[in-house]
Structure formats: structure tokens, C-alpha cells
């Protein structure tokens, strides 16, 4: 599977950006150990962590609390695509974002495959 992560850049606070993944190369548009989409985000110095997250077959979904009603996660099965719409952007949302694809939501170590990273810039 490989994962083709876009969208990125500089914003201001308060301002909104679009992520978008592809997703090529399932083995099948069932196949359960790639069922979930994740984004993730590392900020300098700090661990990477779980953002949000999308299931392929049923369209379940997960939050960071710290996301919960600003992002919104969403897929289009059809493009093999998942999107991470992000709004009223701050400071502290700065970093570089990752998506990923596996079996389980958690823990990070089940998702098996990485996209190379987009940055996100959110000026104050």
C-alpha cells in the first residue's frame, strides 16, 4: 500500500487547510488490515501522535479531544481517498502530518503503512 499525502502549508490562526491522502494498492477494497485511514502529526521535539482517524467499510471515525469539532476526517471510497478538513487552526496544531493505514485505530504500532509527511504552519 502506498500513501500519497498533500495539502499542506502556512496559515494563520484561525484559518483552515485541507489534507488529503490517497490511498494505492489495497489488495482489495475489504482487506481488513489496511481498514483504517489515521492521520497523525509530529511537532518538533515532541512524539508523534494520533490525530484522527477513519474506517474504510464503515465509516466509523475518531477524534484527539484537542480536534474534536474543529477537524473533521472523511473518505471517499470511490478515490481511494481520505481527507482531513482542519479549522480554526492554531499555533499549537503546527507540525508536520502523517497519514497512515491498518488494522486497529490504536495502538500507533498497528498501522503498518506511512505517507512521507505534510507540513503544517500555523502562524499566530
Known amino acids: 500500500v502506498q500513501l500519497q499525502a498533500s495539502g499542506g502549508g502556512l496559515v494563520q490562526a484561525g484559518g483552515s487547510l485541507r489534507l488529503s491522502c490517497v490511498a494505492s494498492?489495497?489488495?482489495?477494497?475489504?482487506?481488513?488490515?489496511?481498514?483504517?485511514m489515521g492521520w497523525f502529526r509530529q511537532a518538533p521535539g515532541k512524539e508523534r501522535e494520533f490525530v484522527a482517524s477513519?474506517?474504510?467499510?464503515?465509516?466509523?471515525?475518531a477524534y484527539l479531544d484537542s480536534v474534536k469539532g474543529r477537524f473533521t476526517i472523511s473518505k471517499n471510497n470511490a478515490q481511494n481517498t481520505v481527507s482531513l478538513q482542519m479549522n480554526i487552526l492554531k499555533p499549537e496544531d503546527t507540525a508536520v502530518y502523517y497519514c497512515a493505514s491498518g488494522r486497529h485505530i490504536a495502538p500507533m504500532s498497528s498501522y503498518d503503512y506511512w505517507g512521507q509527511g505534510t507540513q503544517v504552519t500555523v502562524s499566530s
Open positions: 494498492g489495497r489488495t482489495s477494497s475489504t482487506d481488513a488490515s489496511t481498514d483504517v
Open positions: 477513519i474506517r474504510w467499510s464503515s465509516g466509523s471515525t
